[in-house]
Each structure stands twice: as structure tokens, then as C-alpha cells.
């Protein structure tokens, strides 16, 4: 115990000293954003909210552009949202905010995601949650796809608008794309492809987006991919369709 009490007892020290210079540190930086613009001093908490979110996430430097970047970003979340007071956006930003910290991303690209997502699914606009489900289930599938984060969004979105699937479907939607490449050939990025071309007749011909998935990863087998796939695979269903044989089951 004594041998630890020193020790201890200056780390203790250490700690209060960092906090105390943290404080005027985070003074300091408030005061200096005042200064910049007027449309930045608005931003206050906010901006250190950011500060801490980019620092967890992708390791943006916290500097005046980062800032800038990040309210253009917002500013276009509450264009697309129709939101106009801060008060009525605050649900949408704590999703931003969430979503950054859970998946380890900045908030610039968080946004981002926002806007793109809402952009294909209006639907979402209504719920700040399920936004932010869906822009979640979009980085993920994006760090797994290797794909960016506009192409993912553009997947994910367009596969739950073929298949009717709300925001709570978002997270059994990337995981049947991921599954599917353990079980195939065809990667995500690949299977997405193929459900722009077949995605909607197999939604319309009763078959689920697992199934739809299995299918294309059957056909990758035979090392036919992506578009191609999607293609081949509607046409077969098609013809199935006309001959009454059809997917019941």
C-alpha cells in the first residue's frame, strides 16, 4: 500500500492538473469560435459536441474547415428535413450524434448518410430513429462492401424500396447480403448490382429478399454476376410467371 500511495496520489495530481486545462482549454477554443463568423458562434455546444464525436470517429482534425464541413453537412439534413428551428431538429442531430459514436465514423459522414438516405427514402423524414437505423445499417455495409458510402446508401435504400422494408428491416437486410457471400460467389457489391435488375419482379412474384439473395448467389456459382445475374435471373422468372407456375411458396 505504500509503495502505491505515492504513485497514486501523483496520478490523481496529473489528472486534476489535465482537467483544470482542459476547462480553459474548452474556454479558450469558445471564445476563438465567437471570433471566426457569426454563423459559427451560433453553433457553440454543438460544434464541441462534434469535436469529441470526430475525435472518436474518423480522426478529423478539429479545425475551421472540419467545422465548416460539418454545418454545411447539417444545414443540408435540415434542408431535405424541412426543418427550420434547432429545437425541432434536435432529435435528428442526437441521431447524428449517436449513429457517429456507435459506428465509429465522423459526424460530417454521418450527415451525409442522413441526406443520401432520405434522399431515396422520403418515408423516413417522419422518424428521426429510423433514419438513423437505416444510415447505421448503410456505414456498416459500407466497411463491409468496401463500397463507398453514396453506393452503399444507394444499395441498401433501393433493395428496402424493391422489397417494401421499413427501417426496422435495415439491419436483417445487410445481414442477408453478408450471409449470402459465405454461402456464393457474388459479393455485396455484386449482389446489389443484381437487384437493381431483378429485385423488384422477385418482390412481385412473391419471393422474399433471402431468397432473391440465394438465388443470385446460386447463379454466382456458375460465375454469373453481378448485372448479368439480375438480369438472367429475371427473365427466369418471368417465364415461370407466364407459364402459372409462379412462387407460392
Same mark, same amino acid.
Given at each position: 500500500?505504500?509503495?502505491? /500511495? ?9 489528472? +486534476? ?17 465567437? *471570433? &471566426?463568423?457569426? /454563423? &459559427?458562434?451560433?453553433?457553440?455546444? +454543438?460544434? =464541441?459536441?462534434? %469535436? ?8 478529423? %482534425?478539429?479545425?475551421?474547415? %472540419?467545422? *465548416?464541413?460539418?454545418?454545411?453537412? &447539417? ?11 434547432? +429545437?425541432?431538429?434536435?432529435?435528428? +442531430? ?26 431515396? #427514402?422520403?418515408? @423516413?423524414? #417522419?422518424?428521426?430513429?429510423? @433514419?438513423? #437505423?437505416? /444510415? ?6 459500407? #466497411? ?11 444499395? =441498401? ?14 439491419? /436483417? ?17 455484386? !449482389?446489389?448490382?443484381?437487384? *437493381?435488375?431483378?429485385? !423488384?419482379? %422477385? ?5 422474399? =429478399?433471402?431468397? !432473391?439473395?440465394?438465388? &443470385?448467389?446460386? =447463379?454466382?456459382?456458375?460465375?454469373? *454476376?453481378?448485372?448479368?445475374?439480375? !438480369?438472367? @435471373? ?5 417465364? @415461370? ?9
Amino acid at each position: 500500500i505504500d509503495k502505491f /500511495s505515492a504513485p497514486i496520489q501523483k496520478m490523481t495530481n496529473n489528472m +486534476q492538473t489535465f482537467a483544470q486545462k482542459a476547462e480553459v482549454g474548452i474556454s479558450r477554443l469558445d471564445r476563438g469560435l465567437r *471570433k &471566426i463568423t457569426p /454563423s &459559427i458562434s451560433d453553433l457553440g455546444k +454543438q460544434m =464541441l459536441s462534434f %469535436a469529441s464525436v470526430a475525435a472518436i470517429g474518423a480522426g478529423i %482534425a478539429f479545425s475551421v474547415s %472540419a467545422l *465548416k464541413e460539418y454545418e454545411d453537412a &447539417i444545414a443540408s439534413v435540415k434542408a431535405i428535413t424541412g426543418i427550420t428551428t434547432t +429545437q425541432a431538429f434536435i432529435p435528428f +442531430q442526437n441521431q447524428i450524434d449517436l449513429v457517429a459514436k456507435n459506428t465509429k465514423k465522423s459526424a460530417i459522414d454521418v450527415a451525409k448518410s442522413f441526406e443520401l438516405i432520405a434522399s431515396a #427514402k422520403p418515408e @423516413l423524414l #417522419k422518424s428521426a430513429e429510423g @433514419l438513423g #437505423k437505416v /444510415s447505421e445499417a448503410t456505414i456498416i455495409l459500407s #466497411k463491409a462492401s468496401g463500397e463507398d458510402l453514396a453506393n452503399s446508401a444507394e444499395s =441498401l435504400t433501393g433493395i428496402m424500396n424493391q422489397f417494401t422494408l421499413g427501417a426496422d428491416k435495415a439491419n /436483417s437486410s445487410i445481414n442477408i447480403l453478408a450471409a449470402g457471400t459465405i454461402a456464393g460467389a457474388s459479393s455485396i457489391a455484386e !449482389t446489389a448490382e443484381a437487384m *437493381k435488375n431483378v429485385g !423488384t419482379v %422477385a418482390a412481385t412474384a412473391n419471393m422474399s =429478399l433471402a431468397e !432473391t439473395t440465394a438465388a &443470385i448467389q446460386l =447463379l454466382s456459382l456458375k460465375q454469373i *454476376k453481378g448485372a448479368e445475374a439480375g !438480369t438472367k @435471373l429475371r427473365g427466369g422468372i418471368a417465364k @415461370l410467371q407466364e407459364a402459372e407456375f409462379g412462387y407460392a411458396s
